[in-house]
């Protein structure tokens, strides 16, 4: 169930089976000649969607702009700094909180959200800690997860693509997007096959080391087959785990 889909009543009378949230969030940036500006954000929100659905989850309204900074050399990129994310992280989660929700479950569909995440995570704890509750308060946790980094989904990337799948405007995730949106399928010739790979630092490094965009893949193997497949996959292992820290004390 979508949270923006409900009524306060709804959410209410609801708050009062399950005290768990799943929040998709992602990114809005360059992903190659034929991934999607919103790749990240709209694989995260898909999976969402699909575990809601498979674990009978209420899902919060995406977070759709993440942290980017690196990919600002592409047109179309946008970009919050650390700071701003960690604020935007800290505002939801303390909204969720004040309503009872104490399970956060973060649905990431980008690895350059992590350490902000992770981040926004410890100011959130550091904050409970100087306010001194918890001694008879329920605790809030909060939890991330990659949807593209589980077992069971990298497995399968591995079997796809092996050493095309890189990290960046992966075949996987672009397959997802085509599973996903097949009106939004794009084709597109890339050369080298594989991109190169290499570290990231700014925005003007990062457009010189991977001139197209891509990191160490090749999404020119990207098929909405596969997405189904990588769909099916990454929502079992995530309601999966989802239901564990619903359970975990
Ligand atoms: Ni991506």
Redesign the pocket.
């Known amino acids: 169930m979508l949270l923006h889909h409900c009524t306060w009543q709804e959410v209410e009378a609801r708050l009062k089976r399950s005290t768990g949230i799943i929040v998709p969030i992602g990114?809005t940036e360059q992903?190659g000649p034929n991934g999607l500006i919103g790749?990240?954000a709209l694989?995260a929100e898909v999976v969402a969607h699909g575990v809601g659905e498979a674990a009978d989850a209420l899902v919060a309204p995406t977070i759709s702009v993440g942290m980017a900074q690196h990919h600002l050399g592409f047109a179309g990129s946008i970009t919050l700094r650390p700071s701003t994310l960690i604020a935007v992280v800290c505002d939801t989660v303390h909204s969720l909180a004040r309503h009872g929700f104490d399970r956060i479950y973060f649905v990431n569909?980008?690895g350059g959200n992590i350490a902000t995440l992770s981040a926004a995570f410890s100011e959130i704890y550091a904050e409970r800690s100087f306010n001194g509750q918890g001694h008879n308060t329920p605790a809030v946790r909060c939890r991330l997860k990659n949807w593209f980094d589980g077992p069971a989904i990298k497995s399968l990337s591995e079997e796809l693509y092996g050493d095309a799948e890189g990290s960046?405007?992966?075949p996987s995730?672009v397959s997802l997007t085509q599973y996903a949106f097949p009106e939004s399928v794009k084709r597109a010739a890339m050369s080298p096959e594989i991109a190169p790979k290499g570290p990231i630092h700014d925005a003007q490094d990062y457009r010189h080391r991977f001139p197209d965009g891509r990191i160490g893949s090749d999404p020119t193997l990207a098929s909405p087959e596969a997405g189904k497949r990588l769909f099916d996959t990454a929502v079992e292992e995530v309601a999966g785990e989802y239901q564990q820290f619903l359970s975990a004390g």
């Open positions: 990114s992903h790749t990240d694989c569909g980008h960046h405007a992966t995730e």
